[in-house]
């Protein structure tokens, strides 16, 4: 099967290659092929690695020494495990679905264009193949600049909109913050260990001190931060909704933005060593899910409560990991891709029928006219929010059950925030799909169910976001949780937290019934009487984001444009190169004093070396005296 | 042989270019000659490299005890390959711009290479003092006929800069003459000189000024941006692309090794000034509404973390130096080439006055994406290499150093996707209404080094492989 790997990503690379410098002579219809059936092809490579994984174990394969010093080696080379194998399966699963999607949803732009979309996006899934397969740290920072390369290109797809040129750069720059943590990290690994190779680093984790792995495993947190758009750095995500819809689901909601989680998951042997680390994960994790929940509470626009409701639950993410659940954490990554991908796409089905309109208060009762996104968006709705025996129910309470084992208050917290999720979520369906029609009558005559390229994702995607959580049944549940033990042989197990049953029945009971009366209460309140006005008091807090924005502009934005501009203007003019002018005004003035240069630089500049050779001359003549002389002078 | 013909090529080539009166016959005898001299660096990479082969040596200046010796290490060949890669990619790629007098024009261009290629092969402390000269005053002239409006004011900077430099380097070298044994200019005499501290605190700022101008390092760097503005296109690319280069290798070959106490000295001192340029300059690129003076602190801030590595001592840090000695050569020609193509063709250099340019010369826009991209080290772009292992050598120096500098990389992202951004994104403006996309040869030059930057991005092997022994033979001596 080794000799299998690297088609992974060379299948998304040949699309990339072939759309990119194809695009303006390519059909439409060859485009899509073409961007498709190159990820469909990885997908039915993924699948075969998938199983022999689970059959002969993990791999790695070494391809070429990418840095070969005598003091650092750097292999170009993959790893296949069951971690990497199942985040394969995801990328390249979720992305076909994707990308079959955009062949209708991007089906009005020019076939120039088309093709760039389509290069684009198979270049994202190349790099996101590169992020997961990696044998090392540095192949993961190859793929994880990658995507955020493509990330920032696809938010900024239509480039004409500055707007969208503003989101993209911000989405760059924020994620190049976090990226330098995650740089320092290496480094930190490559001073201590003289490796970056997962392998060599988990065995001599041990022989690094507390310290060190400390501020290794923060500093890569800091990277996850980043990318996974976490407490303070993730206000680019929702700027990011800027970009083509299908581009949200599999970037912003499916894959790049959970490899903050993968990366944490990869390295579990570090962070089990840091219970400091492990405490800011949780925290960290625990409060983005809250904030970026109260935020959703209040959006209208239908991407952007998809939007804070995604940096929501990568919090709940972190928390799992935080609180040692690894695989509480990477199963909640695979159930929400498929229920977040399903509501963006469910979401982008909404706004072609609307005529790229995304503000919630001028829809309302599509349900009769999309009938197939309705019930697939109800679908997701239900699954993100808990509600057994759908998927998004049992990674959420395996993250909470873990949760409750470390710290009842981070349980409480949680649970407060599904009812939070249950409740916008079901704000959002109501005021979409409940009620009468908002729009204007142009809109309602066009209303019209998607074409089935785009339907078909939709319920590919409902049916996985139902069955999607049964690998993962609680023992407690009857289940086998077959996940947890296909992951063993990466994640170590987490330390124990073997609530009494009756507890764990009870957790899953209150967490269940308030999410089930945040939906009903949600229904009731939003299908009848939408919200239309703009909020007012705590709520026009919550509509403005906290105005978190605003802050980071005041404080970090201005006072740094002000610095530069001080520093350009002011100190580099009149201080720096005034000192150099005074020098330059200095020699010219005592020059023309001597009459030495009288008529221009170059005339000097030879008088100097005619000077310099009669020094030279002289040294030849009598080297005694100046030998002297410079020995005194030193 | 190799060496000397790297020298007498461009050299004899360029003072028979001067009496070309024909602006034609000048470019391409000019473009001609730099293709020779290309295809003589190629054999003495491949075929003629043996060491009798790389190394000349005669008499010169008997009584002064220097030798007319040249010799090529790993460093010498990387660098006079992007010396030699340069001139035919700027002659080609400004083939189309006119200069009056152009005989004159190119001639002093390959009396330049001539000067470069005599820096980077000496191993005798007076004839490197003499062809870094060389390669200087003609740049004097090309800046100060041919250069922009404010050319004389700014030439003068430049001259009054480089000049203290000079007479700074010449009295150290001179020191250095004295203090050996056997009167003796020679590389070896130097590198085994015992020199008390006190003299080497004193003459290692002699040599380390000369060379911080040239590089240049904060806050010595007011001539660059300026230079750079003023130079004509083709002299800018061969300034930072290729004379830059002069002052890093001339740190590695004439200075740390002679001065190592005084080099452990000052190190710190020096690790700081760089850092602070880095951020300093990024600071300011940030602000700059002119591609060339964006481009041009840009190249500060880069340079500013070569210096920072070096001092940093220690094998890894080095070997990014060296890749990153070639790479940025690349990247920042190819960004001055697409500079040119856009005042050539609009006019400006204003971002403020630019925008939309991709929807009129797409071609144009991936080709710069990939060279910015390149800029801030986007990994699988040949800088991220060499930035990657010289940070690794920072940290190793000091975790707070890596940590400051990598402030730089966040806002080389800011700038760089500015710049990105106001030329090419957007709606068009009157100005780009009617552009069109660069022309064929231009194209051409820049997808291949477009290649480049990705080959090398991807297997950088060729490069450390090629500057090993360079690294090696420098913590050796030590």
């Not at chain 1, 989101?167 to 260990?193: H, P, Q, S």
């Not at chain 1, 949780?282 to 959703?296: D, Q, R």
């Not at chain 1, 239309?532 to 605003?550: I, P, Q, R």
Request: charged share 10%; net charge neutral; proline share 3%.
């Amino acid at each position: 099967m080794n000799k299998l790997v690297y088609l992974v990503p060379l299948f998304p690379l040949i699309g990339f290659l072939i759309n990119g410098l194809g695009r303006k002579s390519l059909s439409k219809s060859l485009i899509s092929i073409i961007g498709c059936a190159s990820v469909l092809a990885s997908f039915v490579v993924s699948v075969i690695l998938f199983f022999d994984v689970k059959a002969n174990g993990a791999t790695v394969v070494d391809y070429f020494n990418f840095i070969n010093l005598d003091s650092l080696k750097i292999a170009f080379a993959f790893q296949i495990d069951a971690l990497s194998s199942l985040f394969l399966l995801i990328i390249t699963g979720v992305g076909f679905l994707i990308h079959l999607y955009s062949t209708a949803y991007m089906h009005d732009e020019e076939p120039q264009h088309f093709g760039r979309y389509f290069a684009y996006l198979n270049l994202f899934i190349f790099s996101m193949l590169l992020l997961v397969m990696g044998a090392n740290y540095v192949i993961m920072f190859i793929g994880w600049e990658g995507v955020g390369l493509c990330s920032y290109l696809l938010i900024g797809f239509w480039f004409k909109n500055d707007n969208y040129n503003y989101a993209a750069k911000k989405a760059f720059v924020m994620n190049r913050i976090g990226d330098l943590g995650f740089l320092l990290a290496v480094f930190w690994l490559i001073e201590k260990l003289g490796t970056a190779n997962y392998a060599d680093v988990f065995a001599h984790a041990s022989s690094l001190s507390s310290f060190d792995v400390t501020a290794i495993t923060i500093l890569l947190f800091v990277g996850a931060m980043g990318k996974s758009a976490q407490i303070p750095l993730y206000t680019w995500l929702p700027d990011a909704m800027a970009g083509p819809t299908p581009v949200s689901a599999l970037i912003h909601a499916a894959t790049m933005v959970t490899a903050g989680i993968y990366m944490i998951a990869r390295s579990n042997v570090l962070y089990s060593m840091s219970e400091v680390t492990m405490n800011l994960v949780s925290i960290i994790g625990l409060a983005t899910a809250l904030f970026a929940a109260t935020i959703a509470l209040k959006q209208n626009d239908i991407k952007k409560v998809l939007a804070y409701s995604t940096v929501s639950q990568l919090g709940y993410m972190f928390l799992g990991l935080g609180v040692g659940a690894y695989t509480g954490a990477v199963f909640h990554v695979m159930t929400h891709a498929f229920f977040k991908a399903l509501l963006f796409l469910g979401a982008g089905s909404v706004i072609q029928a609307m005529h790229h309109e995304q503000d919630i208060r001028k829809m309302g009762g599509l349900k009769k006219q999309l009938p197939i996104t309705h019930i697939t968006f109800l679908i997701g709705c239900i699954a993100i929010s808990g509600i057994p025996p759908f998927s998004g129910f049992f990674s959420k309470d395996e993250i909470l059950a873990a949760a409750f084992a470390k710290n009842p208050i981070y349980w409480g917290l949680g649970v407060a925030g599904a009812a939070m999720t249950a409740f916008y979520m079901f704000r959002l369906y109501a005021t979409t799909f409940l009620g009468t029609f908002r729009g204007t009558e142009d809109q309602q005559h066009h209303l019209h169910e998607s074409p089935s390229a785009m339907t078909i994702p939709l319920i590919v995607l409902a049916l996985l976001s139902v069955i999607g959580g049964f690998v993962g049944v609680p023992e407690i549940l009857g289940g086998h949780h077959s996940l947890h033990n296909f992951l063993s042989s990466v994640l170590t197990t987490e330390v124990a937290h073997e609530s009494a049953k009756n507890t764990e029945y009870l957790l899953m009971g209150i967490s269940v019934a308030v999410a089930a009366i945040a939906i009903i209460f949600a229904i009731n309140k939003f299908s009848k009487k939408p919200e239309l006005e703009d909020a007012t008091g705590f709520g026009k807090l919550l509509e403005n984001k906290w105005y978190v924005d605003e802050l980071y502009d005041s404080i970090i934005v201005k006072p740094n444009t002000a610095k530069g501009k001080f520093l350009k203007n002011i100190f580099e003019k009149n201080i720096i190169d005034a000192a150099v002018n005074g020098v330059g005004r200095m020699i010219n003035y005592s020059s023309r004093q001597l009459r030495l240069i009288q008529s221009g630089l170059v005339s000097g500049y030879i008088l100097f070396m005619v000077l310099a050779i009669i020094v030279m001359v002289l040294i030849w003549v009598n080297d005694g005296y100046i030998y002297k002389f410079f020995y005194n002078l030193f | 042989m190799i060496p000397v013909l790297l020298i007498l090529i461009p050299l004899l080539s360029g003072l028979v270019t001067f009496f070309l009166k024909d602006e034609k016959a000048a470019k391409s005898w000019s473009l001609l000659a730099s293709v020779i001299t290309l295809a003589v660096v190629f054999s003495g990479l491949f075929i003629y490299n043996h060491n009798n082969e790389t190394t000349f040596d005669t008499e010169w200046l008997p009584n002064l005890g220097s030798r007319f010796s040249l010799a090529l290490d790993g460093m010498g060949k990387m660098l006079t390959l992007l010396t030699a890669i340069s001139f035919p990619v700027v002659f080609a790629s400004t083939y189309k711009n006119s200069y009056k007098q152009s005989g004159s024009f190119y001639g002093l261009m390959l009396l330049t290479q001539a000067g470069l290629m005599g820096v980077f092969l000496a191993s005798d402390a007076l004839l490197f003092y003499f062809f870094w000269e060389l390669a200087l005053i003609p740049v004097y002239f090309l800046c100060s006929i041919w250069g922009g409006e404010k050319r004389i004011a700014v030439t003068f900077k430049f001259f009054i800069y480089t000049f203290i430099g000079s007479l700074l380097m010449l009295a150290g070298i001179l020191f250095l003459y004295f203090q050996t044994a056997d009167h003796s200019f020679a590389i070896k005499s130097l590198y085994n000189l015992h020199l008390s501290a006190k003299s080497q605190n004193t003459v290692f700022w002699l040599f380390f000024i000369a060379f911080a101008i040239k590089m240049p390092i904060f806050p010595l760097h007011t001539w660059q941006p300026d230079t750079y503005e003023q130079s004509p296109t083709a002299v800018t690319m061969i300034l930072s692309g290729v004379m830059v280069k002069m002052g890093i290798f001339a740190l590695i070959r004439w200075l740390i090794p002679i001065f190592p106490e005084a080099v452990a000295n000052f190190s710190t001192v020096i690790i700081i000034f760089s850092i602070i340029g880095m951020i300093y300059a990024s600071q300011i690129a940030i602000q700059q509404d002119d591609i060339k003076r964006l481009i041009a602190y840009s190249s500060i801030a880069h340079i500013g973390l070569m210096c920072a590595a070096i001092f940093a001592q220690n094998k890894i840090g080095l070997e990014g130096v060296m890749i990153q000695m070639f790479n940025h050569g690349i990247n920042v020609i190819g960004l001055w080439i697409v500079a040119d193509v856009i005042e050539q063709q609009l006019g400006t250099r204003k971002l403020s006055e630019l925008g939309g340019l991709a929807q009129k010369a797409p071609t144009l826009a991936i080709l710069l994406v990939v060279l910015s991209l390149a800029n801030i080290a986007l990994p699988l772009t040949n800088s991220f290499v060499g930035e990657f292992l010289m940070f690794i050598g920072l940290f190793q120096y000091n975790i707070w150093a890596a940590a400051i500098a990598g402030v730089s990389i966040i806002l080389a992202a800011v700038y760089t996707l500015n710049m990105i951004q106001k030329i090419f994104y957007g709606n068009t403006v009157s100005l780009t209404d009617n552009a069109v996309d660069a022309k064929n040869n231009v194209q051409w030059i820049l997808i291949v080094l477009v290649v480049v930057v990705i080959v090398l991005g991807v297997y950088p092997q060729p490069l450390i492989n090629l500057t090993k022994d360079t690294v090696n033979t420098f913590f050796v001596n030590r």
